[in-house]
């Protein structure tokens, strides 16, 4: 699993940095699915201390406080892939690197760092 997602992480990274919008839709979706395994690995650990505190042994908090970390772990991979297809289809879809073309940004760059120009004498 660890060679699979070296050779994964290759080939976004060189997709990603082929491009500055590439870059940033890159970030935009490997930033919300870590927010989202953050969430639920972290809820799950909260329900579990306070399953523990109270000493629940049924009920939705006690099944989610026993929910093993493992079986999240393939939801978690499940997650990512189902993110990046999405990701993909929603690239494709809207053709979004069509809409802001390198170019544009490149001379957006070259104003930003040219700074203003010196008056004619």
């Known amino acids: ?55 629940l042994t049924s009920g939705p908090l006690a099944a989610i406080a026993d929910v093993p970390l493992d079986h999240v772990g393939y939801g978690i991979v499940a997650l990512f892939v189902a993110a990046w297809v999405l990701a993909v289809a929603v690239w494709k879809t809207f053709r979004l690197e069509e809409r802001w073309p390198t170019d544009q940004l490149a001379d957006r760059r070259d104003l930003a760092t040219s700074g203003p120009s010196s008056p004619a004498s």
């Open 1 to 55: 699993m660890d060679t699979l997602d070296g050779v994964f992480m290759n080939l976004a990274y060189g997709w990603a940095f082929a491009r500055p919008v590439r870059k940033v839709f890159y970030n935009l979706v490997v930033t919300s699915v870590s927010v989202a395994v953050a969430l639920v690995i972290g809820t799950i650990e909260l329900v579990g201390v306070l399953a523990d505190r109270l000493d």
